[in-house]
């Protein structure tokens, strides 16, 4: 028996069984499954996996968290369900099915640039160093060289010493560190050529000399063509035909020229291949699709992609530096994180590159709040998991998500807490907004991409670093403060406060269940009654203003609209559940029934005002006996629904018979009400 082979019954039973599944992998953290009709999938049950530590879907995508051994629990799933599991790429075309044209769109973009991202981390991290050594001052040049008379260059300002001009070691390594630093970024068009034809399919050798056809040193340096006047280009940097000409010019650093030159080499490499016999297509394949898309490169799509970048740029630079920055750095700082959600967050990705490459500084301001970004929601999961440490499993979640997300990968935090609950979601969006206005404020520069979360203070220019720093503080502390303030006030937190009493009711099931396996008791065919609880004007669940309720979710029932402010227990039974706001309780039976009844709508929120327990978890209470006090028309004034739900949680084993049999009618409290039965 494999490790997981229990845990993978489970899961291939709570995601619809082996006939809902079109395909399954894993990534190094995911099981990745295409499923049939994904309303299948069981997420409460899933998620209750003991080796599961959460699900979401993307990009068509059922994905369920399991962790470093993710490996090992898909051998056993592959062992138990019989199914085969197949390829990343495999499992990514089945789940096109299930996307819009705009995901499949956003799918193929981020499919583009996921191959080159580890390049650009350490592009990052490079220029990140290189920012260290030789921005970073040290003391005044003046106090060594002129016996503390201060130096200054021809703007005035003073000249300060750094390690690179203190220690040659360094300034070697920071010269040697140049090459790769180059490499990465002003020949990033070869990367983004290459992982073009490797995502469609086509010869990826033929990417790799067309992203060269476009940052040879034959060409204009697309860095220099700013300063270079047109009458010098129309001169020395053109291909002459005779009778026109084409300008010889580079696309360093460029994004989207270098993406539509690859897909049209692509797409040209298709429709070659279907049309040319096999025999003949080595030759004449590559031929007619390298040679086209060259010149498309030079002549159409890479100045139109020139010119779409340079017009996006403008307008987020626009954005960045206009008088209205502050706002532009607020709602950018809110909305990267539901960017991250849709997967339209890939495009930010191009966007940063082209700030660089277009502007004269070469920094972006843009990177710097994506950074605060994934500190923001790293701190609120954070929170989180200080709130629920002694919670094995919330703990298990929480924690390694808020270390992924202080690294810059925040998706751990998004689908396994924050959206889940969306208090911490709605804290880390608040405070990215508060960051990415302060960012923007102090015009905050990053000189490279690609390291997010904390590290993300190495891209930053070096005098912009203090500035940085009370950003990253805002986005650590704001996060943190709301998502305690949400919670304690119980602001948002409905659907936790929903799991949480599901727990109780799981758990107290489960300590009822010992408690019969230690009493032997005589009750097959066992008929319950039940007494009314309250007095007042019963009607179907049905007309439950929560769907919840309504919809027979948490189990069948009655709704009982009260005269009177006192509920009482229809039963003999024990307390299992007592919400700390007192505004919901459940009792079972020695029988195993189970019921719960809750006061009003939404009345969580009032956090126990109003209402006054009789008794405590895990008292044993016979019918008649003071449940709650609740004041209705504290309740009513405060604008919240008096209705209460009574309803049999153990539905799977019991079934009920209303003993009113027009509705809605008047009760009193311990009036017969219905007959509960064993199935």
């Known amino acids: 028996m494999g490790k997981f082979e229990k845990d993978a019954r489970s899961l291939l039973q709570a995601i619809g069984g082996k006939d809902n599944v079109k395909a399954v992998t894993h990534c190094a953290t995911r099981m990745r499954f295409v499923l049939d009709d994904k309303d299948q999938a069981q997420v409460n049950e899933i998620e209750k996996i003991p080796a599961v530590k959460g699900t979401f879907t993307n990009a068509g995508q059922f994905q ?11 051998n056993d799933f592959t062992a138990v369900s019989g199914l085969e599991g197949v ?27 996921t191959p080159i991202i580890p390049a650009i981390i350490v592009g990052g991290l490079i220029l990140g160093f290189r ?39 360094w300034n070697g390594i920071n010269d040697f560190l140049w090459l790769p630093g180059e490499a990465i970024f002003h020949f990033l068009p070869v990367g ?63 994004v989207i020229p270098a993406l539509l030159a690859g897909l049209s080499l692509a797409y040209l490499e298709i429709f070659w291949r279907k049309r040319i016999p096999e ?43 206009g008088p209205v920055k502050w706002l532009f750095g607020a709602i950018f700082g809110a909305l990267y994180a539901p960017l991250v959600i849709t997967g339209l967050h890939h495009m930010t990705n191009a966007i940063d590159t082209q700030l660089m490459a277009d502007t004269a500084s070469h920094t972006t301001g843009l990177w710097p709040m994506i950074a605060l970004s994934n500190i923001a929601q790293g701190s609120s999961v954070f929170a989180y998991y200080l709130m629920n440490r002694k919670n094995k499993g919330q703990a298990e979640v929480s924690l390694p998500a808020a270390i992924s997300a202080y690294l810059g990968v925040t998706e751990p935090a998004l689908f396994g807490v924050n959206l889940k609950y969306v208090y911490p979601f709605v804290a880390g969006m608040i405070g990215s907004s508060c960051a990415g206005l302060l960012a923007t404020t102090f015009n905050v520069q990053a000189n490279s991409i690609g390291v997010g979360g904390l590290p993300g203070i190495m891209a930053i220019n070096v005098k912009y670093m203090l500035p940085f720093i009370l950003c990253m503080a805002v986005a650590i502390l704001v996060p943190m403060a709301l998502t305690f303030f949400f919670r304690k006030s119980h602001i948002m937190t409905k659907t936790e406060d929903e799991a949480i009493m599901a727990q109780m009711v799981e758990e107290s099931q489960a300590s009822l269940e010992q408690d019969l396996t230690q009493t032997p008791l005589d009750l097959k065919d066992k008929v319950l009654e039940l007494k009314s609880p309250l007095t007042g004007e019963v009607k179907e669940l049905s007309q439950a203003k929560d769907p919840v309720f309504a ?93 209460i739900p009574l309803v049999i949680t153990s539905q799977d084993h019991f079934e009920m018979n209303i003993l009113k049999h027009v509705l809605p009618c008047s009760v009193t409290q311990t009036e017969p009400l219905m007959l509960v039965s064993k199935k």
């Open 64 to 74: 369920v968290i399991i962790g470093n051994d993710v490996s090992l629990f898909y």
């Open 87 to 113: 390829s990343k790429e495999a499992a990514k075309s089945a789940a096109k099915s299930n996307q819009n044209p705009l995901q499949r769109v956003m799918t193929m973009l981020a499919e583009i640039f």
């Open 192 to 254: 983004i050529t290459w992982s073009v034809t490797r995502k469609m399919g086509t010869t990826q050798i033929l990417g790799i000399v067309l992203g060269i056809c476009l940052v040879s040193p034959q060409l204009l340096n697309a860095y220099a063509v700013a300063s270079t006047p047109a009458s010098e280009i129309a001169k020395s940097w053109v291909w002459d035909f005779g009778f026109f000409t084409i300008n010889r010019i580079g696309y360093q650093a460029q």
């Open 279 to 321: 025999v003949i297509s080595m030759i004449f394949v590559p031929f007619l699709s390298l040679i086209p898309a060259l010149i498309l490169a030079h002549t159409i799509l890479g100045p139109l992609g020139w010119t779409i970048g340079k017009g996006i740029s403008f307008v987020v630079l626009a954005g960045l530096t």
């Open 551 to 643: 919809q027979g979710i948490m189990g069948p029932g009655l709704l009982i609209q009260p005269s009177q402010g006192e509920l009482v227990s229809p039963v003999d039974g024990q307390v299992t559940v007592l919400f700390p706001t007192k505004h919901a309780i459940g009792l079972a039976t020695a029988q195993g029934l189970e019921i719960l009844m809750h006061i009003g709508m939404d009345t969580v929120n009032l956090k126990g005002e109003g209402f006054v327990a009789h008794v405590k978890q895990g008292d044993w209470v016979k019918v008649g006996d003071k449940l709650i006090s609740f004041d209705m028309s504290a309740l009513q004034q405060a604008g919240y629904s008096t209705e």
């Open 131 to 169: 920012n260290i050594l030789s921005g970073i001052p040290l003391e005044f040049l003046g106090q060594q060289v002129e016996r503390g008379k201060l130096v200054f260059d021809a703007a005035g300002q003073p000249v300060w010493n750094t390690i690179v001009n203190v220690s040659p070691f």
